[in-house]
């Protein structure tokens, strides 16, 4: 069974432009979430998603970023305008419900650096 | 709010010592506890979790038992290994996962 797959792995880009990040989740996982990791701050859970539908977003940091999830396949992160504080790895993970019992399933992350 | 706190690392230690990294958390009702591992360069994995107290989690030769009465799930391992450098990630299920802050493992040989 295929993992959570998360793309691009890498992205290097000047400050100001747009980023776009895309997962796809494990079929038949009801919640994504996407979490950002540095090594200042840790992981921080950013926002999650139950069948498509945003239920928490207090993690956004601000109105820069935003994060969609059109279907039950297919989720994307969006900064516009990037800055160079935003520089990190970006996780996406799926469970298949939000159970005591469910663990999470992570994706190999995407490393953006904004220069 | 709920909450877990991990110990702080680097952790350093030699091939074939006792790794014990503390876990402590804050929650209310009767939360699931899991252990995740992150390898470099990678997404965080799964090590093991225990749903109720008293049970043990294991995996790879690591264990973790949820100890209600000092609110602990305290992670250890017999004998590491120069693999099981990685970081290690405490967490406490709710609608998201609450994690730690993670605690860096180097084994050297």
């Known amino acids: 069974d295929a993992g959570v797959i998360q793309s691009p792995r890498h992205e290097v880009t000047e400050m100001g432009q747009e980023v776009t990040l895309r997962c796809k989740p494990i079929s038949g996982h009801d919640y994504l979430f996407w979490y950002r990791q540095t090594m200042m701050r840790g992981l921080e859970l950013l926002i999650y998603f139950n069948n498509n539908v945003p239920i928490d977003d207090s993690g956004m940091p601000e109105d820069r970023f935003s994060a969609k999830m059109p279907n039950a396949s297919f989720s994307t992160l969006k900064i516009q305008p990037s800055e160079p504080r935003d520089s990190a790895v970006y996780f996406c993970?799926?469970?298949?419900?939000?159970?005591?019992?469910?663990?999470?399933?992570f994706g190999d992350g995407t490393r953006l650096s904004i220069l | 709010g709920d909450s877990v706190t991990q110990m702080e690392g680097p952790v350093t230690l030699s091939e074939e010592a006792f790794l014990t990294i503390n876990c402590t958390y804050t929650?209310?009702?009767?939360?699931?506890l899991f252990w995740y591992v992150q390898y470099p360069g990678e997404g965080l994995q799964l090590l093991l979790k225990a749903t109720k107290a008293d049970d043990k989690g294991s995996n790879k030769g690591f264990e973790a038992t949820y100890r209600k009465e000092t609110t602990s799930f305290h992670l250890e391992k017999g004998s590491v290994q120069v693999s099981d450098s990685a970081v290690y990630f405490c967490?406490?299920?709710?609608?998201?996962?609450?994690f730690g802050k993670g605690t860096s493992l180097l084994v050297t040989p």
């Open positions: 993970a799926s469970s298949l419900d939000d159970s005591r019992n469910q663990p999470q399933h």
């Open positions: 929650a209310t009702g009767y939360p699931s």
């Open positions: 967490a406490l299920s709710g609608h998201a996962l609450n």
